[in-house]
């Protein structure tokens, strides 16, 4: 079993920066495509980033140019660091985990996901 628990959410300014951590158990970055999903209330599951195994990334055009994602593999912490940050950018963000990384994307939800944390961006 997958466990991902995430942090580094907050309250920021438009234009500000924060970097979401999540912690996931051993060895989940061998064997998954990890990545991270955000929903706002009432819109769609929308796919943010996915890093796969092999450590391609992938953005989402909103946010290509100003997220990025890596992961530390001694620590098995997944990052996103997040720059430039815009109103719309607000909602619940997932650390996500599956042998595939379209799942992060759209379609059902992806095997393994977190409690989420929270951001939140103030025009």
């Known amino acids: 079993q997958v466990q991902l628990v995430e942090s580094g959410g907050g309250s920021v300014q438009a234009g500000g920066s924060l970097r979401l951590s999540c912690a996931a158990s051993r060895y989940s970055y061998i064997k998954y495509c990890m990545g991270w999903f955000r929903q706002a209330p009432g819109k769609e599951r929308e796919g943010v980033a996915t890093?796969?195994?092999?450590?391609?990334?992938n953005y989402a055009d909103s946010v290509k140019g100003r997220f990025t994602i890596s992961k530390d593999g001694a620590k098995n912490i997944l990052y996103l660091q997040m720059n430039t940050l815009r109103p719309e950018d607000t909602a619940m963000y997932y650390c996500a985990a599956d042998g595939f990384c379209g799942r992060v994307w759209s379609g059902p939800y992806p095997r393994h996901w977190g409690q989420g944390t929270q951001v939140t961006v103030s025009s």
């Open positions: 890093i796969d195994y092999d450590g391609s990334t």
